[in-house]
């Protein structure tokens, strides 16, 4: 807008800068959770998760050959070969090791070419930069290798083992898959349910004319911001009383319940902008009301549903409190994605794979959603908020 | 029979009734009980659309009454019981046992810094990424990313937090970013000018603003043309702010006299006080992107006659905007202020998967569900539900009152 006078603001290399550092800062936090779950426990112990993205120096701990492998030099046991190449996993051969140490308190003890010494003095072990290593010993080995860590500027590495283990292992403790089908039931009938019942009466209050009308808009208004936490124990009580209980119907009612002031306000406003014509024309043309809301103004008021929709879909995909107060019984067999993750943070906080490949499965699907459809969702908060 | 067959039918059920009920409903009404034939044609018709309204209402009335509508007095009622006395009616009992635990107190004070800080702080951040993304081409690029955040749940969020705030012994590496960075300081010039100036010119940016906005409304109590309710108003609320410029004021001397643990990871969400504003970051990190979305569609619908004018007059950009544009947008400020007002009374989520109130974070929707259903009280768990009641209802109102108005 500076440039309508003909001149163009000499800030304009600020304000990108500034966009550039605050769209940072804002997806800084989501992306180290993105990288976390890609990586292995040991790394994300042994480095920030920022570090992942670039070539870094790591300490692995590998194996040398056992006593298969060892062939006798006089009184000495000797074992020879190369350290990454005979490794399952680990290194790449041909990663130039820095440093090398063998006991675990002192991984990077020695620069390599240099002899290790051990606390019994009955072995010696040297390798270069290659891998290539001696390992000599007067006592007859072990069957299992010596242990050597090496120090070795290694490139990224990423894996997908913890969404194994979190989508497809079914360990009763980490695996998300129920939850996210429990999930998926709650939130369906939760979304679809309050939109019919609130289309109905939306169209009432936008388009029929009765005694009340504005009083019962006012009520839907005052609705609107009444903290669900008042409705917590009188419903809980009124669902053990009628015999629902704890469980899928009474969470998909609460969340129908509490949904409709929203649902009810964001249709009514978006109907009431609709053109009277078509309307009258259709009720001059002998159109009962039933017929005028199901042919033209249901299919007219599709951005406005599908608004409501996506806000209802993120708000119930995303809730704790109305789960755990209706839904969670003490089996935990009707557990959501967001109850697991805080019960995981409980068990396993020190577990950053887990929580952070559950806590990505979990926003996965409403991020999806997001992106999808995020036309509707900013025009539904328009509707909602800006008067 | 499985939940996901269970929900299949339910949505069948569900849906399909309330189908069947306005299809039948008014299919009865109008072939059945005012049939718009013989004699009384013309008579049917008008009570037909007399009933009418009220059959495609009923549904959404009896939800709301029996979900909204029927707890708020059942809650009332609860809060002035007794459970463990047969239900017995015990006055005030509750609240006075309520106020009398320091505990409640503490989520006071806390929800009282959440009010003030969160609206205030994302109006602020939505405020400033909506007029710069406005003014380059990726704009909506970056809005969408601001904006991602609102879809992700509180849980996702703390979760995303307690990693940027993770805190490893001394020694090892920081796999916290927070950690990370407190580590580069050392005591040295980057600290002070970080830790030191930086907070300091920030809180005094704060209490000058606020002073400001204090001085504004005492100012015309002097001038005697209000009405007395209106001068009392001016005055609290003139007072407030000025309380307020005072403690930031105090916090500044805090902050140049404070001795930084240099060197020594901190492990932030128990640092009482502070780590109030910890977890305050994680909703205001949520919101900003709300702010933005909302500020930004009423900064495009200023006329642009306003700003010509100004540009013409020599107003510079930050003349622009102070001046000519947020006067513009003040009621769209005020609802995003009120909306996200009420997101954090109610803010129960990322307390609770974060510190569950412990380290003196304790917050008044979290300090419910722990009287609800962890020390099953169910009468002080009520009240507390009436306190937060009572604090959004001035909201609630002011929502009323404007409605009413615009129908008019």
Known sequence: MDNIAGRKSGLSWAVNLSVVLLVTLWLFPTVGLLVSSFRTADQIAASGWWKALFPSEQVVQLRTGGAEAATQEGDLWVVEGNLLEEAEEGPEPGTEITRFGVSSKAVDAYAVGEVASFTKDTKTFTMDAAGNYRFTSTKELKKRGQRVFITATLPPEFTLANYDQVLLSGNSNDSMTKAFLNTLTVTIPATIIPIVIAAFAAYALAWMEFPGRALLIAAVVGLLVVPLQLALIPLLKLHLNIGIGKGYLGVWLAHTGFGLPLAIYLLRNYMSGLPRDIIENAKVDGATDFQIFTKIILPLSFPALASFAIFQFLWTWNDLLVAKVFLIDSTGNTTVMTNQIVELLGTRGGNWEILATAAFVSISVPLLVFFAMQRYLVRGLLAGSVK | ?408
Do not use: H
């Open chain 2, 1 to 408: 029979m499985s939940p996901a067959l269970l929900g299949l039918v339910t949505i069948v059920v569900g849906v399909g009734g309330c189908l069947g009920y306005f299809y039948l409903s008014n299919l009865f009404l109008d072939k059945v009980l005012f049939p718009a034939r013989g004699p009384n044609a013309g008579r049917n018709i008008n009570r037909a659309n007399m009933v009418r309204p009220w059959l495609f209402l009923g549904p959404g009335i009896v939800a709301l009454g029996l979900y909204l509508g029927y707890p708020v007095f059942e809650t009332l009622r609860l809060s002035l019981t007794d459970r463990t006395q047969d239900d017995a009616f015990v006055g005030l009992a509750n609240y006075q046992q309520m106020f009398a635990e320091p505990k409640f107190w503490e989520a006071m004070r806390n929800n009282m810094l959440w009010l003030i800080v969160v609206p205030a702080a994302s109006t602020a951040f939505g405020l400033l990424a909506a007029q710069l993304t406005d003014r380059i081409k990726w704009g909506s690029i970056a809005k969408s990313l601001i904006f991602m955040p609102m879809a992700i749940s509180f849980v996702g969020a703390s979760v995303i937090f307690k990693l940027v705030y993770d805190a490893r012994p001394a020694g090892n590496e920081q796999i916290g970013i927070l950690n990370a960075v407190w580590m580069q300081f050392d005591g040295g010039f980057g600290s002070i000018l970080f830790l030191k100036l930086a907070p300091v010119l920030i809180l005094a940016a704060f209490a000058a603003i606020v002073a400001y906005v204090g001085w504004l409304l005492l100012r015309p109590i002097l001038g005697g043309k209000d009405n007395f309710a209106l001068k009392a108003l001016r005055a609290v609320s003139g007072l407030v702010s000025l309380y307020f410029a005072m403690i930031a004021l105090r916090n500044i001397f805090d902050i140049i006299g404070m001795d930084f643990p240099y060197g020594q990871p901190q492990t932030w969400l128990t640092l009482p006080f502070y780590n109030n504003f910890f977890l305050m970051v994680v909703l205001i990190w949520i919101q900003t992107g709300f702010a933005m979305v909302i500020l930004s569609a009423a900064l495009r619908g200023i006329p642009e006659e306003t700003v010509e004018a100004a540009i013409v007059d020599g107003a510079n950009p930050f003349q622009i905007f102070f001046k000519i544009k947020v006067p513009q947008i003040m009621p769209t400020i005020v609802v995003v202020w009120t909306t996200i007002t009420l997101v954090v009374l109610k803010v129960f989520d990322i307390v609770f998967a974060m510190t569950n109130g412990q380290w003196e974070t304790q917050v008044l929707a979290n300090y419910m569900y722990d009287k609800l259903f962890r020390a099953n009280d169910w009468g002080v768990g009520s009240a507390s539900a009436i306190i937060i009641m009572l604090l959004v209802s001035p909201i609630l109102i002011w929502n009323v009152v404007q409605a009413r108005k615009e129908m008019r």
